[in-house]
């Protein structure tokens, strides 16, 4: 049994004295302090290459293996799973195997895109295949996976087997939406539905699944768990929107990745689709830019950022997801009326497009 499950910080994480609402960076830290240890557990468990490269990656060692505190992503997910066990009337102590799988799994896709992307950093530092090597992140990648299931199932949860299969699922979707990402890259017909329906498969899912293992494990009944899972796929659909924004009009100092980066790549994310679309005078030429056989230029870079604004595509990307984060409170509500107030705050602050 995993050292973190008798620890008296995880027991007593539940009871609060001071039951004051919290901001979302206070969530955020107070789910960080319940999934860091279990987390680091459960790589410590895995064999040496794959530890050595995952330890690199979450930023706790360098490249030579030395203690490292390189910068850590937000844990969205893991937070998701708790606050939803919360929600139900279950503890965020039963649902810690639920948070620690879906953050092993969310970083095994992180790994994996790096590689298909081609991506040189990650939180400001070299990723994981630029220096080990794209078998050796690709293999660290499927042990991540594999850790996340053997989460799930360790402790002797009741919940386990729903769980097993509401990940599996859940990674299916991600699959099969990296892979229309990937196929979208050669192609210049998008159309702004089948580049809405590969977001909510590579993102949406798994939080909509983080929601979801939250919800079981915490004991919901099927309808609430049904319920949390679509809060969480619209909130995911939503994030997304907010971080394809990021990706065009981000500070390079808060996102990690230069400026203009998902149009240097000519990546097709959703604001570029909308406006490709649009049939708009700035659509013709962005395509123009978009479509062609050389690089972009810094100077194209900007230009195509202004014309996807032009188009209105990023007033519309804002928009849409506003209305999303409203059906996910809808979702949210008709499961869990009263207790769920902490999961609003955390999908407000996760949609803005500055977060």
Avoid at 158 to 177: K, S, T
Avoid at 201 to 207: D, E, F, I, N, S
Avoid at 247 to 264: C, N
Avoid at 318 to 328: F, K, M, N, Q, Y
Wanted: with cysteine.
């Amino acid at each position: 049994m995993p050292a973190w499950k008798d620890d008296p910080a995880v027991v007593a994480c539940d009871h609060r004295p001071d039951q004051r609402a919290r901001s979302a960076a206070d969530i955020l830290r107070w789910s960080r302090s319940l999934l860091d240890p279990a987390l680091r557990d459960a790589v410590e468990s895995m064999p040496d290459a794959a530890r050595r490269i995952a330890a690199y990656h979450f930023g706790w060692r360098d490249e030579l293996g030395r203690p490292a505190a390189g910068p850590a992503g937000k844990a969205i997910r893991p937070a998701l799973a708790l606050l939803a066990a919360q929600a139900v009337g279950g503890t965020a102590a039963a649902a810690l195997p639920a948070a620690v799988a879906v953050e092993l799994a969310h970083n095994f896709s992180l790994l994996h895109d790096d590689v298909m992307d081609g991506d040189p950093t990650r939180r400001h530092r070299p990723t994981a295949w630029a220096v080990f090597g794209t078998n050796a992140a690709v293999l660290a990648g499927d042990a991540l996976l594999a850790a996340a299931y053997e989460a799930l199932a360790e402790g002797g949860s009741p919940a386990a087997a729903q769980g097993v299969r509401i990940l599996a699922r859940a990674v299916l979707d991600l699959v099969e939406g990296q892979s229309a990402d990937l196929a979208f890259e050669d192609r210049t017909d998008v159309t702004l539905d089948e580049c809405l329906a590969m977001a909510g498969r590579k993102t949406g899912a798994l939080m909509g699944a983080a929601c979801a293992l939250g919800a079981c494990y915490g004991g919901a009944s099927a309808d609430e768990t049904a319920r949390l899972r679509t809060f969480g796929e619209r909130f995911g659909l939503a994030f997304q929107l907010a971080d394809d924004l990021l990706g065009i009009w981000g500070d390079p100092a808060a996102t990690g990745k230069p400026v203009h980066s998902d149009l240097h790549n000519r990546k097709k994310s959703l604001p570029v689709v909308a406006a490709l679309t649009s049939g708009s005078p700035a659509a013709a030429e962005l395509a123009g830019l978009y479509f062609r056989d050389e690089p972009l230029t810094g100077g194209e870079t900007a230009r195509a950022a202004a014309l996807i604004e032009t188009a209105g595509a990023r007033d519309w990307a804002a928009a849409h997801a506003r209305v999303l984060l409203t059906e996910a409170r809808t979702h949210l509500n008709g499961a869990v009326p009263a207790p769920a107030a902490e999961l609003h705050t955390l999908a407000r602050l996760m949609t803005q497009h500055d977060h």
